[in-house]
């Protein structure tokens, strides 16, 4: 997202917009755009440096940490806030920034049910089945030797 700085007069202005989602340049696994990136900011001149303030994201298609199922998130960013020195450019480029905020805002473990919707299958499958391992759980093998050379 490119603002001209001569588009913005001296109260601020306002920008809304889309960007195609191929600006995040996502390659993590499980992590799908199905949207453009959506920005709406405010966007205003001071001491030598541009500031943008407002709301940009996406929704994505994410798979779920705990069934591996797939699911919609709508991640947004609510309260994005940059600031860009100026470089003498009369263009300054907002793609970064709003691309590093929304990549902050991903969840490390997506899990279907954020929003309560619907019950992961995965979680309760799971707490059963690490139930069920617990006891099998042996030492490591660090451990017995050094029980062997305390014998000694
Ligand atoms: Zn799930």
Same mark, same amino acid.
């Given at each position: +997202?490119?603002?001209? &700085?001569?588009?913005? !007069?001296?109260?601020?202005?306002?920008?809304?917009?889309? $960007?195609?989602?191929?600006? *995040?340049? *996502?390659? /993590?696994?499980?992590?799908? !755009?199905?949207?453009?990136?959506?920005?709406? &900011? $405010?966007?205003?001149?001071?001491?030598?440096? *541009?500031?943008?303030?407002?709301?940009?994201?996406? $929704?994505?298609?994410?798979?779920?940490?705990?069934?591996?199922?797939?699911? =919609?998130? !709508?991640?947004?960013?609510?309260?994005?806030?940059?600031?860009? /020195?100026?470089?003498?450019? /009369? +263009?300054?480029?907002?793609?970064?920034?709003?691309?590093? $905020?929304?990549?902050?805002?991903? !969840?490390?473990?997506?899990?279907?049910?954020?929003?309560?919707? =619907?019950?992961?299958?995965?979680?309760?499958?799971?707490?059963?089945?690490?139930?069920?391992?617990?006891? *099998?759980?042996?030492?490591?093998?660090?451990?017995?030797? &050094?029980?062997?050379?305390? &014998?000694?």
């Amino acid at each position: +997202m490119k603002i001209h &700085l001569n588009q913005i !007069p001296d109260e601020g202005l306002h920008v809304e917009g889309t $960007d195609p989602s191929k600006i *995040l340049d *996502l390659h /993590e696994h499980g992590v799908e !755009p199905v949207s453009d990136v959506q920005y709406s &900011l $405010d966007v205003g001149l001071s001491e030598g440096g *541009l500031f943008a303030t407002g709301e940009v994201g996406v $929704d994505l298609d994410l798979e779920c940490v705990g069934c591996l199922e797939h699911f =919609r998130y !709508p991640l947004r960013v609510p309260e994005f806030a940059c600031q860009i /020195e100026l470089t003498g450019s /009369e +263009m300054v480029d907002l793609t970064e920034p709003i691309r590093e $905020d929304i990549l902050l805002a991903l !969840p490390p473990h997506p899990h279907c049910d954020w929003n309560g919707e =619907r019950v992961c299958q995965g979680v309760a499958f799971r707490a059963k089945s690490e139930a069920a391992d617990a006891p *099998l759980t042996e030492k490591p093998d660090a451990w017995g030797a &050094l029980d062997q050379l305390k &014998l000694k």
